[in-house]
């Protein structure tokens, strides 16, 4: 991973910009991206490297397009909370497998993830590096969850 070189990150701004790229890229029809911020949030600043947690987003994005081949609704969703703030993405398509939930949320074991699995190890380095943390599981109604819990900046209005 490169080095961290912290900044000043609007997070609404960022999610926006990310989301923009994916819909200008020729994204198929079949996918949707929502974007939701909720009014707690729209300010919310945190200190870390940009380019990285672009990054991290963007995977955990791509991932939901890679693996939906017959499309899915993405949802991006920034929220604050006292001292923390959370970007959720989700999807209503066909989620992980119960080894890969295990294996990304208890990142000792020894077992290696496949396929998408180095994707998302990277989002758990980027976010960790940041001091937050990760939290990976399946939707009961179907698809997944990835949720990105990052402290905010003092400077957050």
């Not at 996918?31 to 949030?41: E, F």
């Amino acid at each position: 991973m490169q080095p961290i070189r912290m900044n000043v990150i609007v997070l609404a701004a960022l999610l926006r910009g990310i989301a923009a790229d994916f819909l200008n890229s020729g994204l198929s029809d079949s996918y949707l991206i929502d974007l939701v911020i909720s009014q707690s949030a729209q300010n919310t600043i945190v200190s870390g490297d940009e380019e990285l947690l672009r990054r991290a987003v963007s995977n955990l994005i791509g991932n939901c397009i890679r693996h939906n081949l017959n499309g899915c609704t993405i949802k991006v969703t920034l929220e604050k909370t006292l001292g923390n703030c959370s970007i959720i993405v989700s999807d209503n398509g066909v989620g992980f497998t119960n080894a890969m939930i295990n294996n990304l949320n208890h990142p000792k074991s020894s077992e290696h993830l496949e396929n998408h699995g180095l994707g998302l190890t990277i989002v758990q380095q980027i976010i960790k590096a940041h001091g937050g943390t990760t939290e990976f599981c399946n939707l009961t109604e179907g698809g997944c969850k990835v949720v990105l819990c990052l402290p905010v900046s003092a400077k957050t209005v």
